[in-house]
């Protein structure tokens, strides 16, 4: 089954760090590109970070640029998102998106609360 | 960040027909193209087009996305309990080099 599950969210303290996970299956990795992309109910979709297949071109969005680090192992099929400083607003569920937003895991919530 | 801009809601008769409207500029939609979203409740997104007017397969003709200028559209037909949702378009921004969507329409089917 083609699919992307994430894992790795839970409750943050302010300041604190967690890597998110998603793992893929179903679909040779190595060749999308991939997203990470957060929603909140008041700030809905956010784009976070793009990895291309071969990691060589990656980029951010401004909110998380310097604090979030994006990566993935293709011989484990998995991506991963490193997030530091965190604060409250980044308070969302995180979602991992292929290339084209083609497919979608189930999303992994991260709240960030002392 | 600047987003796309679309109505906060639309509501629809069974069986109606439903466009949906997703306005951006020079930068994003009109230059780069538009993609579309549904989402259910508690749901992830779900692609409905990408690029303006590309269907995924296993999408339903009855959705239709077209773009005009600084506007794309998104047409569903004979609409059915199950449209209702959220739907969400989204577009590569080329100025501020980021990925933008809209803030999401959602849609009753009455």
């Known amino acids: 089954e083609v699919q992307l599950v994430e894992s790795g969210g839970g409750l943050l303290q302010p300041g604190g760090s967690v890597r998110l996970a998603c793992a893929a299956s179903?679909?040779?990795?190595?060749?999308?590109?991939m997203k990470w992309v957060r929603q909140t109910p008041g700030r809905g979709l956010e784009w976070l970070a793009y990895?291309?297949?071969?990691?060589?071109?990656?980029n951010y969005g401004d909110s998380v640029k310097g604090r979030f680090t994006i990566s993935r192992d293709n011989a484990k099929n998995a991506l991963y998102l490193q997030m530091n400083s965190l604060t409250d607003e980044d308070t969302a569920v995180y979602y991992c998106?292929?290339?084209?937003?083609?497919?979608w895991g189930q999303g992994t919530l991260v709240t960030v609360s002392s | 960040q600047a987003g796309l801009t679309q109505p906060p809601s639309v509501s629809k008769g069974l069986r109606q027909t439903a466009t949906l409207t997703c306005t951006g500029d020079?930068?994003?939609?009109?230059?780069?193209?538009a993609g579309w979203l549904q989402q259910h409740q508690g749901r992830p997104p779900k692609l409905l087009s990408y690029?303006?007017?590309n269907r995924p397969s296993g999408i339903s003709e009855r959705f239709s996305a077209s773009r005009s200028g600084n506007t794309a559209s998104l047409t569903i037909t004979g609409l059915q309990p199950e449209d209702e949702a959220d739907y969400f378009c989204?577009?590569?921004?080329?100025?501020?080099?980021?990925?933008?969507f809209g803030g999401g329409t959602k849609l009753t089917v009455l």
């Open positions: 998106a292929r290339d084209l937003f083609d497919l």
């Open positions: 179903g679909f040779t990795f190595s060749s999308y590109a």
């Open positions: 990895i291309s297949g071969s990691s060589n071109i990656i």
């Open positions: 020079s930068n994003n939609v009109a230059n780069q193209g």
């Open positions: 690029r303006n007017t």
């Open positions: 989204s577009a590569w921004d080329m100025r501020l080099s980021t990925w933008v």
